[in-house]
Nanobody, 115 residues
Framework: QVQLVESGGGLVQPGGSLRLSCAAS????????MDWYRQAPGKQRELVAT???????DYVDSVKGRFTISRYNAQNTVYLQMDSLKPEDTAVYYC?????????WGKGTLVTVSS
């Protein structure tokens, strides 16, 4: 059974940093592209960052230069380092993998950026 469990969210002031983690189980983690999505209140879910099995990364323009996605295959974990956070980064952040053609999601972790 595929499971994705996010952690690391919380309340942070503008300009602050958070590091999100996503622990995966039930998949051969190292061969899959992993993604972070987010959904802000009243908005559609959007793709934030992607990391392929070879370590190539891509980001939505709004987070380029501020967020860094990485993975540690030995622990089946993908990370999202978020720096210089802004109030508009407030959202529930979800880990995602397309496993044998089927999208799998974690339950999400809430990030609130507010003073």
């Amino acid at each position: 059974q595929v499971q994705l469990v996010e952690s690391g969210g919380g309340l942070v002031q503008p300009g602050g940093s958070l590091r999100l983690s996503c622990a995966a189980s039930g998949i051969f983690f190292s061969i899959y592209t992993m993604d972070w999505y987010r959904q802000a209140p009243g908005k559609q879910r959007e793709l934030v960052a992607t990391i392929t099995n070879t370590g190539s990364t891509d980001y939505v323009d709004s987070v380029k230069g501020r967020f860094t996605i990485s993975r540690y295959n030995a622990q089946n974990t993908v990370y999202l380092q978020m720096d210089s956070l802004k109030p508009e980064d407030t959202a529930v952040y979800y880990c995602h993998v397309r496993h044998i053609g089927v999208p799998r999601w974690g339950k999400g972790t809430l990030v609130t950026v507010s003073s």
